[in-house]
Nanobody, 116 residues
Framework: QVQLVESGGGLVQPGGSLRLSCAAPASIFSTYIMCWYRQAPGKQRELVASITSDGITIYVDSAKGRFTISRDDAKNTVLLQMNSLKPEDTAVYYC??????????WGQGTQVTVSS
């Protein structure tokens, strides 16, 4: 069974930073697009950022300039560095592995709360 293991969530004050990590099996990490989604209470899950195996990245407009997605190929881990956090960034963040015509995989989610 494929598992994506997330870590790094928590409580942070507005303007602060957090780094989320997601470890994936090597067979998944090397061939799938790795993504971070988030879901706030009462809202739909939305894509925050994604990165291909070639390092091509995409960000939702609200994350541009504040969040950075990256890959650590040696550790089969995808990272999401979040800076200048705002209360509206509060959500459960999910790691996702996606590949066209193949099953998607999800992590269990990690809570990020931005509050003073």
């Amino acid at each position: 069974q494929v598992q994506l293991v997330e870590s790094g969530g928590g409580l942070v004050q507005p303007g602060g930073s957090l780094r989320l990590s997601c470890a994936a099996p090597a067979s998944i990490f090397s061939t799938y697009i790795m993504c971070w989604y988030r879901q706030a209470p009462g809202k739909q899950r939305e894509l925050v950022a994604s990165i291909t195996s070639d390092g091509i990245t995409i960000y939702v407009d609200s994350a541009k300039g504040r969040f950075t997605i990256s890959r650590d190929d040696a550790k089969n881990t995808v990272l999401l560095q979040m800076n200048s956090l705002k209360p509206e960034d509060t959500a459960v963040y999910y790691c996702n592995a996606a590949r066209r015509s193949f099953r998607n995989y999800w992590g269990q989610g990690t809570q990020v709360t931005v509050s003073s």
